[in-house]
């Protein structure tokens, strides 16, 4: 009997024994190199594939990443958390830019910037825009087709229930995915900590924009007035994030069209059509206007003194703010 | 003489019975003309004349920029009121010379070769086209002098008149040559000595019986003769043109060089003829106006650069609602959405349709009975390729022919789904030439 | 047998994916696209034709001469592990580029049952050598039809609108179940037995 298990046991080792013998010299003839900082890299990436760093995929990222091709720094989902990561994998020095989110510089849904055309083709922002420049009157707004929305892999892009593509700041990594899908490049990338933005493309003279939309910019440089941070190139203004200086709050109200954005309500004085949520608007608006005067107030008093220079957005009083309107 | 054909193709309803029979009439020049500085395939040409100045009638106001691009002249005399982007047919502004008409219509002076042109060198009738700024006039506007500068090697043999005007509505290539058929064929005669082809053949579709009467006595003594073609659209394509007429296939990829033949308007050779003659400059054409939305269906010579609006005004206004305003014909032209953009060289007609002709129902899906495939007289398949380029598998879309589409529209015609292939495959066709361009900046 | 009728039977009449369902995995998980079905139809018939062959020599040589046949189906799948193993390395050796598309799939050879059932059945049926090799050869040639097949209809079936609750592999099964009934088609062609 004990033959039999011995028998068993020899013939199942010498199998083993050939076939291991097998690809022992296998394994040195098909020797492939491997970067073991590959993987470790793979597993430290986010893993959506978003294309943000500009390499085809995570796995074309840590590819760049090992043959010394591409910063630490490229990928935006990641974050300060994942380049500090693939820094010490790398064993390179990190320096941390500041994280950015996409906006949508339109405000003008359909109700605000109407259509001068009915469009019955293909229903991608693309190919309405290949179609005689778009069927929206103003040739540089959201078409509102949801292109944008289509190719964001973190679900960041909400189309407004008036057609309006609208980044949720709270979701999006600035990959710039979306930035590519839109044809009429109105989508852009600004610093995650700024939230008061000039939502317009249009670079086109007063007479022209307000033939077109409601809420364009004008030109009118009521902004510049506020705050030096406002630049009007032509007849269109633009926040500069080089320019030193800061942006009262109130600056959204000076704009007579109504094209400037303030993140934190996530919405443009013109959208708010609801009575009661126009009278919660305007209690925080005057709850800014007092915060703007003590905040000049300080400043006057704090001159000369230690040369106080905070900037004029204060997370405290922006809390306290936020908190006002969430309860009325 | 039997009429010949292609493979494919639709029968659309021809709907030119209201205009056919229309004599061509002049419409007085408006009292502003919006001259846009795009008007032709190409590079848009740059205005030379500022606000302030003088302008005669047939004076440059846009030079060509590079070889492919077009010289642009002043359809009225009167002074330069502005420079500036103004609407046009394309839907996006485009910048325009708008003149003010001094209604004296005083003439710059004109020089051509007269009835003796033969005696000129190729260059020089060559010149003499290019400085008339002459486009093709059936709808596409590409620089007639470059279609006139084939590489030698080529060798060329024919030169083929398109008469066709496959398009519905359309009547004015049909006017055009019964009622200046010397002009076409002068024109004709001028094009094969410049390209040194010996033979010539204006194609026309066997609708048109009387234009094919008259344009056989017209050939008569020269080495052109007149081809009858089967009732089609569209039959006068470049490519199916050469396929019906000489049995010759441009090769994929190719244009119609590549089998020996220049495809040329009728309209244009009449524009040829009188540029190269009278040395007049194209700054007018024939327009068909009609469709049921419009009173008075009319065919007009109209000066480049007059408003839409002027021309309905002459045309007793729309009656009615109107539903669709298209510049061109039906098949291939572009609908507009303000009728204050200008006539340009390439336009060959405005059609106004009523509310009840204009199909809004949205695309169903796809129901695969291949009519498009029976219709497309490429031979494609166009459902396939829409269906690829929406997908954005354009490797594959490329293989399956998708650069050879000639746009005609015969596949949405024909789709009872009413699916949008043709705007499918353009966008697909576009995304192919991005990326070549993307490829070869790498 | 005529080895004809071998390569046939083993190919169409009954093919390891749509007649007997071995092989299902890498069936349904590599037939996106035609290109990656092509590199994987390739690996298996590698696979299971140098299988076949060193199982063959195991039966005859080994286990047939201990009287140790009972052994066979852990025996066999030793020797099939192993050359897949072997396979892999020389392909991302010799390709990156498939190595990249089969993925997780090419280890999963391995446990691909049509390796081992025509193992078995090159034993049930008493194949000598050139037997063994026609019929690895015909059974390989037949995955390959069946997942150049599906993948071509799974390449079609992206163009087409599919009902939302079907899409994905739910349409994939619902493909292959058809494919599969087409392939029924093949009975015919079994000799009466």
Same mark, same amino acid.
């Given at each position: 009997m004990s033959s039999v298990i011995i028998i068993a046991v020899i013939v199942m080792s010498g199998v083993g024994v050939v076939m291991s013998a097998m690809l022992a010299v296998g394994r040195k003839v098909f020797a492939v190199e491997v970067d073991e900082r590959h993987e470790k890299l793979m597993e430290i990436?986010?893993?959506?594939?978003?294309g943000g760093c500009g390499y085809p995929g995570c796995s074309g990222y840590a590819a760049a990443l090992v043959e010394g091709k591409?910063?630490?720094?490229?990928c935006p989902p990641g974050g300060a958390e994942v380049s500090s990561a693939i820094g010490k994998i790398m064993g390179v020095e990190v320096s941390l830019q500041e994280p950015k989110v996409a906006i949508v510089?339109?405000?003008?849904d359909p109700t605000l910037a109407p259509e001068r055309a009915a469009y019955l083709g293909v229903s991608t922002c693309a190919a309405a825009h290949a179609v005689a420049g778009g069927?929206?009157?103003?040739?540089?707004?959201?078409?509102?087709?949801g292109s944008c929305q289509s190719v964001c892999k973190f679900d960041a892009i909400v189309m407004t229930a008036n057609k309006l593509a609208v980044v949720r700041a709270d979701k999006?990594?600035?990959?710039?995915?979306c930035l590519e899908a839109c044809p009429r490049a109105i989508i852009r990338l600004v610093p995650k900590?700024?939230?008061?933005?000039?939502l317009c493309c249009n670079p086109d003279k007063a007479k022209d924009v307000k033939a077109v939309c409601?809420?364009?910019?004008?030109?009118?440089?009521?902004?510049t007035k506020q705050s030096p941070r406002f630049v009007v190139d032509g007849f269109l203004a633009r926040v500069?994030?080089?320019?030193e200086g800061d942006i009262p709050r109130t600056v959204s109200f000076v704009c007579a069209p109504g094209a400037i954005f303030d993140a934190r309500q996530?919405?443009?004085?013109?959208?708010?059509?609801?009575p009661s949520e126009r009278r919660d608007f305007e209690k925080k608006v005057e709850l800014w206007k007092e915060e703007e005067k003590a905040r000049k107030a300080m400043a006057k008093a704090g001159?000369?003194?230690?040369?106080?220079?905070?900037?004029?957005?204060?997370p405290k009083a922006q809390s306290a703010v936020e908190n006002a309107g969430g309860q009325a | 003489m039997k009429a010949l054909t292609f493979r494919g193709g639709v029968h659309p %309803?021809?709907?030119?019975? %209201?205009?056919?029979g229309v004599k061509t009439a002049l419409l007085a020049p408006p009292n502003e003309v919006v001259i846009p500085?795009?008007?032709?395939?190409g590079a848009p040409a740059k205005p030379v004349v500022e606000a302030g100045a003088q302008v005669l009638v047939g004076q440059v106001v846009g030079e060509p920029v590079g070889f492919v691009s077009a010289f642009i002249h002043s359809s009225v005399s009167g002074k330069v009121k502005a420079v500036e982007p103004r609407p046009s047919m394309s839907g996006v502004p485009a910048m325009s010379v708008v003149i003010e008409n001094?209604? =004296?219509?005083?003439?710059?002076p004109m020089k051509g070769r007269g009835?003796?042109?033969?005696? $000129?060198s190729k260059d020089e009738l060559k010149e003499l086209v290019r400085r008339g700024g002459l486009?093709?006039?059936?709808?596409? $506007?590409?620089p007639t002098h470059v279609k006139l500068s084939?590489?030698?090697?080529?060798?060329?043999?024919t030169v083929i008149l398109n008469? $066709?005007?496959?398009?519905?509505?359309?009547t004015s290539d049909h006017r055009l040559m019964l009622e200046r058929p010397k002009a076409v064929v002068e024109g004709c005669r001028i094009a094969m000595a410049i390209l040194g082809a010996a033979q010539g053949v204006i194609g026309i579709e066997a609708n048109k019986l009387d234009a094919i009467g008259a344009m056989t006595e017209a050939v008569k003594g020269t080495s052109i003769r007149v081809q009858p073609l089967e009732i089609?659209?569209? =039959?006068?394509?470049e490519k199916q043109l050469i396929d019906a007429i000489l049995g010759r296939e441009v090769p994929?990829?190719?244009?119609?060089m590549d089998a020996r033949v220049v495809v040329q308007n009728v309209g244009t050779a009449a524009a040829i003829a009188d540029a190269v003659i009278?040395?007049?400059?194209?700054y007018e054409r024939v327009v068909t106006v009609t469709g049921s939305a419009i009173k008075e269906a009319k065919n007009l010579i109209v000066r480049v650069g007059t408003p839409v609006t002027h021309i309905v005004e002459a045309c007793g206004g729309v009656s009615g609602e109107l539903g669709k305003l298209i510049?061109?014909?039906?098949?291939m032209g572009n609908a507009q959405h303000t009728d204050l953009v200008p006539v340009t060289k390439g336009t060959s007609g405005l059609l106004f349709l009523c509310p009840a002709e204009v199909d809004t129902r949205p695309a169903d899906p796809?129901? %695969?009975?291949g009519r498009c495939v029976r219709a497309c007289p490429m031979r494609l398949m166009p459902t396939e390729l829409a269906k690829l380029s929406a997908v954005g598998r354009t490797s594959e879309s490329e293989a399956f022919g998708?650069?050879?589409?000639?746009?005609?529209?015969s596949c949405s015609y024909e789709c009872p789904s009413r699916l949008p292939l043709v705007q499918e495959i353009r966008l697909g066709k576009s995304a192919i030439h991005a990326a070549r361009r993307k490829q070869s900046k790498k | 047998m005529d080895l004809l009728v071998i390569v046939l039977l083993a190919m169409?009449?009954?093919?390891?994916?749509?007649? *007997?369902?071995?092989?299902i995995c890498p069936f349904l998980?590599?037939? *996106?696209?035609m290109s990656t079905a092509f590199g994987m139809s390739a690996a298996v018939l590698f696979v299971m034709v140098v299988a076949s062959l060193l199982t063959f020599a195991i039966q005859e040589f080994v286990l047939v001469r201990f009287g140790v046949e009972y052994l066979q189906t852990i025996a066999f799948i030793l020797v099939i592990a192993s050359t897949v193993q072997l396979t892999e390395m020389a392909i991302q050796k010799m390709s990156p580029v498939l190595y990249q598309a089969l993925g997780i799939f090419l280890p999963l050879i391995t446990t691909n049952c049509a390796v081992l059932g025509i193992a078995v059945l090159n034993v049930q049926r008493g194949y000598g050598l050139i037997e063994v090799i026609v019929n690895s050869i015909g059974a390989s040639l037949g995955f390959g039809v069946a997942l150049l097949l599906f993948a071509g209809l799974r390449e079609k079936l992206e163009l087409r609108n599919v009902p939302e609750a079907f899409q994905g592999p739910a349409i994939a099964l619902v493909t292959a179940g058809i494919l599969s009934l087409a392939f029924m088609g093949f009975a015919g062609l079994a000799p009466a037995s």
């Open positions: 990436l986010p893993g959506a594939n978003c591409a910063v630490p720094s490229a510089a339109c405000a003008g069927f929206k009157a103003c040739t540089h707004g959201c078409l509102g087709l999006c990594t600035g990959c710039g995915a900590s700024q939230d008061l933005h000039v409601q809420v364009g910019c004008t030109g009118c440089k009521l902004c500069d994030w080089a320019v996530n919405k443009i004085l013109p959208w708010i059509t609801e001159a000369g003194g230690d040369g106080d220079q905070k900037p004029a957005r204060q | %309803r021809y709907n030119k019975d %209201r205009t056919a500085m795009t008007q032709h395939i001094d209604s =004296q219509d005083s003439a710059a009835e003796n042109w033969g005696k $000129a486009v093709g006039m059936g709808g596409a $506007a590409f084939p590489p030698p090697d080529k060798g060329i043999d008469g $066709a005007e496959c398009e519905p509505f359309l089609k659209y569209p =039959q006068g394509a994929s990829g190719g244009l119609p009278d040395g007049k400059p194209l510049c061109g014909g039906p098949m796809c129901i %695969r009975c998708i650069l050879d589409c000639i746009e005609c529209g | 169409l009449t009954e093919n390891y994916v749509l007649a *007997k369902f071995l092989g998980g590599v037939s *996106k696209r």
